[in-house]
């Protein structure tokens, strides 16, 4: 079984800077590709970027390249986004997510950037 608990939401000035973590519970992190995705109101949920299993590959959406960082460290079971020159249009909740046998999904945590 998959768990996925996300850290590090918060309210920051447009600009500013926050690092997200997600820790996975199980004994599979290693061999998961784990991904961010955002929901802002109203929208449907998007993907913000992307790690592969040894973290040797990061992907991210046209949106955040640049700003964003995603990393990971599997001695941690734990997947990190950083996040920089933030702006009110990244305000969003922010999940945690891999795939193994189905979708996994953390529970969301609250990035605003205000204005």
């Known amino acids: 079984q998959v768990q996925l608990v996300e850290f590090g939401g918060g309210l920051v000035q447009n600009g500013g800077s926050l690092r997200l973590s997600c820790a996975e519970s199980g004994r599979t992190f290693s061999t998961l590709v784990m991904q961010w995705f955002r929901q802002a109101p109203g929208k449907e949920r998007e993907i913000v970027a992307g790690i592969t299993q040894s973290g040797s590959t990061a992907y991210y959406s046209d949106s955040v390249k640049g700003r964003f960082t995603i990393t990971r460290d599997n001695a941690k079971n734990t997947v990190y986004l950083q996040m920089t020159s933030l702006k009110p249009e990244d305000t969003a909740v922010y999940y945690c997510?891999?795939?193994?046998?189905?979708?996994?999904w953390g529970q969301g945590t609250q990035v605003t950037v205000s204005s």
């Open positions: 997510h891999t795939y193994y046998d189905q979708d996994f």
